[in-house]
T-cell receptor, first 115, second 116 residues
Framework: DAGVIQSPRHEVTEMGQEVTLRCKPI?????LFWYRQTMMRGLELLIY????????DSGMPEDRFSAKMPNASFSTLKIQPSEPRDSAVYFC?????????????FGQGTRLTVV | AQSVTQLGSHVSVSEGALVLLRCNYS??????LFWYVQYPNQGLQLLLK??????LVKGINGFEAEFKKSETSFHLTKPSAHMSDAAEYFC??????????????FGTGTRLTIIP
């Protein structure tokens, strides 16, 4: 398996533009997580899906952020409109949640710069 | 609620010396504990994890960690540091065993520097 695949790896956009980040989880995994990493705040969980259903979106900073998981093999995180303070590395992770395993596998991240 | 505290945002050790990265957790239920490593411009990679059973767990690259319930700690150690160990290390806790509602809470990370 190729692991968790995120695209793009780097994104530079102007303030006010819409940004869409994409994630393909590991096949067979039933949970998907979006994290944001900044120097100031470290790793923050934004939203968590289980079996394609959003379970916890309490970490989504505001209404400008939205996430979808239309099927088990694809998820998007959208920021509209984007602001400079959204600049960060966004990680997607997937996991097969079971009685014996809760390990999360991370993608390589999308480095977002909003100018 | 669950939380993780990593003491020391930066740790430097000499090559060949003992590595000790500290992690304390807070959890209202028995926790699952993890250490992840992040190399520059990479995602996080699992080093080791504790769920149940033996409290001393061994991971990749010669790292190990011991779960001490009485101290609410899960410190990461390696007997002899190697230059390739230079990276950022994250401790994480998952304390919701309501399967279908799992999430990891991460510490703020410790950047490990190896001195030649």
């Amino acid at each position: 398996d190729a692991g968790v695949i995120q695209s793009p790896r780097h994104e530079v956009t102007e303030m006010g533009q819409e940004v869409t980040l994409r994630c393909k989880p590991i096949s067979g995994h039933n949970s998907l997580f979006w994290y944001r990493q900044t120097m100031m705040r470290g790793l923050e969980l934004l939203i968590y899906f289980n079996n394609n259903v959003p379970i916890d979106d309490s970490g989504m900073p505001e209404d400008r952020f939205s996430a979808k998981m239309p099927n088990a093999s694809f998820s998007t995180l959208k920021i509209q409109p984007s602001e400079p303070r959204d600049s960060a590395v966004y990680f997607c992770a997937s996991s097969l949640i079971s009685q014996t395993n809760t390990e999360a596998f991370f993608g390589q991240g999308t480095r977002l710069t909003v100018v | 609620a669950q939380s993780v505290t990593q003491l020391g945002s930066h740790v430097s050790v000499s090559e060949g010396a003992l590595v000790l990265l500290r992690c304390n957790y807070s959890s209202s239920v028995p926790p699952y504990l993890f250490w992840y490593v992040q190399y520059p411009n990479q995602g996080l990679q699992l080093l080791l994890k504790y769920t149940t059973g033996a409290t001393l767990v061994k991971g990749i690259n010669g790292f190990e960690a011991e779960f001490k319930k009485s101290e609410t700690s899960f410190h990461l150690t390696k007997p002899s540091a190697h230059m390739s160990d230079a990276a950022e290390y994250f401790c994480a806790v998952s304390a919701s065993h309501n399967f279908g509602n799992e999430k990891l809470t991460f510490g703020t990370g410790t950047r490990l520097t190896i001195i030649p």
